[in-house]
C-alpha cells in the first residue's frame, strides 16, 4: 500500500474497475482535501459515476486503493462500508429515491434514524435542513405529492441532515431546470463551506462545475490528458450499460 496525504480526506491512487471486462477506469488516481468542493467533469459515459462510486464505497475497485482519512476503504467489507456511507458520507444522485411510504421528514431524516437516533432529535435535524431547501412546509407530505424540484431538494436533505464528512453529488442537478439548478447547488455549496463538508461532485454541466473549488476531467475512463491503449472500448458504468445522462 501507498501511504495516502494527511491533508486529504479522500485519496484514491491507481483504480481500475472494469464490468464484463469493458473497463470504466484506468489507472486513475485523485485526492480531495478536507472541505474542499471537487468536481469530477467530462462528457457523458467518461467513468465520472463509477469512480464516485469507488471513491463512496459502492464499489470497490479491481485494483488500487480508496482512503478515506486512515482508513483503507478498498479493503473493507460490505457491512463495514454500508456503516461507513450510512455514518460519514451523504449521497445524492439524479434521481431522488425517496420512500414512497415515508412522508418529507421522515425521508429526509432517514440516515439519522438508521444510526438509532432519537425521533425528536431526528426530526428536528431534517426539519432544519428541510426549511433551509424552503420545502418545510411539505413535511408531512408523501414524496408522491412532490414535483421533481421539490422531490430532489428533499434527497439533498436527507444527504446533508447527518452532517457528513463527505458528499458525493453524482449530477443532482440533471432532471431540474436552470434556477431549480441554481437554488440546489448554492444550497449545497453554502451548507459545505459553513459546516466544512468535503464535496464530490460529478457532472457535465459546466455551470455546476463553476461552484467547485477545482476540477478533475476524466475521458473514457482515464484522467483527461492520459493516453488510452489501442483499441480502448468506451467505458460502462456498474450496470454494465453505457453511462447516461442520469448517471454521468
Known amino acids: 500500500m501507498v501511504a495516502p496525504p494527511d491533508n486529504d480526506v479522500l485519496w484514491a491512487h491507481a483504480l481500475?474497475?472494469?464490468?464484463?471486462?469493458?473497463?470504466?477506469?484506468?489507472?486513475?488516481?485523485?485526492?480531495?482535501?478536507?472541505?474542499?468542493i471537487l468536481a469530477l467533469t467530462g462528457p457523458r459515459g467518461s467513468g465520472k459515476t463509477t469512480l464516485l462510486r469507488c471513491l463512496s464505497g459502492q464499489l470497490r475497485p479491481d485494483e488500487g486503493e480508496v482512503w478515506f482519512n486512515s482508513i483503507p476503504v478498498h479493503t473493507l467489507g460490505p457491512l463495514v462500508r454500508e456503516r461507513l456511507r450510512r455514518d460519514r458520507f451523504g449521497w445524492i444522485g439524479p434521481e431522488p429515491q425517496l420512500i414512497p411510504e415515508l412522508n418529507v421528514w421522515e425521508n429526509a431524516a432517514l440516515p439519522l434514524l438508521l444510526a438509532g437516533a432519537s425521533h425528536r432529535s431526528a426530526k428536528r435535524a431534517a426539519t432544519e435542513w428541510l426549511d433551509r431547501l424552503d420545502i418545510g412546509a411539505h413535511a408531512r407530505r408523501r414524496p408522491g405529492a412532490l414535483d421533481q424540484a421539490e422531490a430532489q431538494r428533499v434527497a439533498l436533505a436527507r444527504a446533508l441532515v447527518g452532517r457528513p464528512a463527505v458528499?458525493?453529488?453524482?449530477?443532482?442537478?440533471?432532471?431540474?431546470?436552470?434556477?431549480?439548478?441554481?437554488?440546489?447547488?448554492?444550497?449545497?455549496?453554502?451548507?459545505?463551506?459553513?459546516?466544512?463538508?468535503?464535496?464530490?461532485?460529478?457532472?457535465?454541466?459546466?455551470?455546476?462545475?463553476?461552484?467547485?473549488?477545482r476540477r478533475v476531467a476524466l475521458t473514457d475512463g482515464r484522467l483527461a490528458g492520459a493516453a488510452a491503449p489501442a483499441g480502448a472500448v468506451p467505458p460502462a458504468?456498474?450496470?454494465?450499460?453505457?453511462?447516461?445522462?442520469?448517471?454521468?
Open 16 to 36: 481500475h474497475h472494469s464490468h464484463r471486462g469493458s473497463p470504466a477506469l484506468t489507472a486513475v488516481s485523485v485526492s480531495v482535501r478536507t472541505a474542499e
Open 167 to 213: 458528499v458525493f453529488a453524482d449530477e443532482p442537478t440533471a432532471p431540474l431546470h436552470r434556477a431549480e439548478r441554481a437554488q440546489l447547488l448554492r444550497t449545497l455549496t453554502t451548507a459545505a463551506r459553513s459546516h466544512d463538508i468535503t464535496v464530490v461532485l460529478a457532472t457535465h454541466d459546466e455551470e455546476s462545475a463553476a461552484h467547485a473549488d
Open 237 to 248: 458504468d456498474a450496470e454494465g450499460h453505457a453511462e447516461c445522462s442520469l448517471s454521468a
